[in-house]
């Protein structure tokens, strides 16, 4: 949700510092996720939301309490049966601390460098390891310091790092937690 404001704020002239601006931004508007699709205002926005731009821009509007509080009520939404599974640095932490499961989900800076550059490459997008993995760090430090929400593992999180997990085995691994739970 943070990448989509990101982009809203770019496709209306908005700083990614103006605080109420991007509050009320966020406030308005319309967005919808279907299976993998992220829609911003009827558009399929899903390329743009994966880029590393839109990541550091998501990072950088994620400082502002403003934004957070007014994306807060927009994240509570879409909780709805027969259940959410949501992926984010402060879901266990703000948005939904009741959740059933809580995973803290890792794996080495350098591992989600090369992640990266796979997906980017697939999709014909020029990238180098050094680069993203500065950037991952980057930004792994900006959220770890921030004060509203910073990135940590919660009590009661259970951490799942991924450093030598394929996607299909970190999937297991989190519903196999699900279901040991029941």
């Known amino acids: ?7 809203a704020a770019q496709q209306h002239g908005i700083a990614l510092d103006a605080e109420d601006q991007l509050a009320d931004l966020a406030a308005h508007m319309d967005i919808r996720f279907e299976g993998v699709d992220s829609w911003l205002n009827g558009v399929q926005v899903n390329d743009e939301l994966r880029s590393e731009q839109s990541a550091i821009a998501a990072s950088r509007v994620a400082t502002l309490p ?3 509080t007014a994306l807060l ?6 909780r709805r049966a027969p259940g959410l599974v949501a992926d984010g640095r402060d879901m266990a932490s703000v948005v ?3 959740a059933v499961l809580k995973v803290f989900l890792t794996a ?3 591992v989600r460098a090369e992640r990266r550059y796979k997906q980017l ?4 997008i020029s ?6 993995l500065e950037k991952i760090l980057a930004r792994d430090e900006r959220d770890s310091r921030r004060i509203a929400a910073p990135l940590q593992q ?4 259970s951490l799942l790092d991924t450093t030598d997990l394929t996607i299909g085995q970190a999937m297991q691994e989190v519903l196999t937690r699900y279901h040991s739970m029941h």
């Open 73 to 78: 009520g927009k994240q509570h939404a879409f």
């Open 66 to 68: 403003a934004v957070r």
């Open 154 to 157: 919660m009590p009661g999180a």
């Open 1 to 7: 949700m943070y990448r989509l404001l990101a982009l």
């Open 127 to 132: 990238a180098n390891i050094p680069d993203l």
């Open 96 to 98: 939904f601390p009741d």
């Open 121 to 124: 490459m697939e999709k014909g």
């Open 108 to 110: 080495s800076a350098e």
